[in-house]
């Protein structure tokens, strides 16, 4: 079943570049021969592949539409299609990639100093580093008015005190840290939006890991952890941007981020639609193929319908997505909003279709539903899109 023979989900859009009709087959083709046959193992232990992480890099696949310093230079939309084909394979490998490239990569790439840049940026891209991204805390989520997490200017340092979870990448192996972290943190008397970022490395003196979460609902093979700061001392010159600044890169991070999440969640949809559509061609009932049946047609027909609509409203706005300017809000929550609950919902009639075998692991759509219920709440849950989104939309006079 991991093959599709079927419709053509790979060239139905003809404008396509060169380059990104060549990632999305060079990253179909590595998924097949690389993350298929060894991926259900990693997912039921909880482990993620270390071992093809030097491929990702030697593929260009981190932080590939960053440009210069070890970036490939690639478009949105090539962005958006290796996650879409990662996604494909396992969500913990796309969840590594888009992590390390959006969210690690991309506030050095965009706010940081050139030394910073030097320094980090081509071991990122290479695999050599793992990136990982420092927000949410334990007793106050992703609010960063509620963020504990504190910074004080010592001379040539900055001393951090706090704990941030659910940090994907966060742990590589059970008591071994990621190497690179993007932290927020408060200055000492600052207010409560005036938030600063820090490269933290992991053998800096006060960084250690709290806990290796496991037993999860689902993208088990992607590292997820607690990283606790105590009296964690940082260079002056790992400070990215301005003091005070970092509310506004965190804004720009997770716009680039929700395009990556959304074609995560296309993967999703496409993938189960694949199965489905193949089972219900074979399997046979009352002595007709499954997809003779009305409720069978209803649950493929839309979930086909519903993949497309996402596809062309997540590449349409990844196209004209610009990664040089700040809001684009309304579009980057948009896309996530739709695509996430469509990926889950798409799972969820693929496990109906398949009865049995779907609440089964031999035909993977109950793991893909596993995976997609995170995408409605990492990365902004539905109700933060819905606020966002709300709020962007009051100040609209017309829609396009």
Known sequence: MEKFSGLDFYNIDQHLSDEERMVQDLCRSWVEARVLPIIEG???????????????????L???????????????????????????????????????????????????????????????????????????????GSNPGGMLTRAVDDGDSYVLNGAKMWITNGAIADGELGDIFLVYARMEGAGRNELSMFIVEKGFEGISLGQKITDKLGMRASTTAEVVFEDCRVP???????????LMHMMRNLEVERVGLAAMSLGIARRSVEIMNEYAKERKSFGEPLNRFGQIQRHIAESYGEYMAGRFYTYGFAGRMSLEKPGQRLDSDGVKLYCSTMGKNVADRAIQVLGGYGYC??????RLWRDAKLLEIGGGTVEAHHKNMTRELARVDKLL
């Open 361 to 366: 692991g031999e035909y993977r759509v109950e």
């Open 62 to 140: 981190l932080g590939a539409n960053l440009e210069g310093y070890g970036c490939a230079g690639m478009s949105n939309i090539a962005y958006g299609l290796i996650c879409q084909e990662l996604e494909r394979g396992d969500s913990g490998i796309r969840s590594f990639v888009s992590v390390q490239g959006s969210l690690a990569m991309f506030p050095i790439w965009k706010f940081g100093t050139e030394d910073q840049k030097n320094k980090y940026l081509p071991k990122l891209a290479a695999g050599e580093f793992i990136g990982c991204f420092g927000l949410t805390e334990p007793d106050h």
């Open 42 to 60: 990693h997912a039921r232990n909880g482990t993620f592949p270390m071992e093809l992480v030097k491929e990702i890099g030697e593929m260009g």
């Open 236 to 246: 002056a010159e790992n400070l990215v941007g301005e003091e005070g600044s970092a």
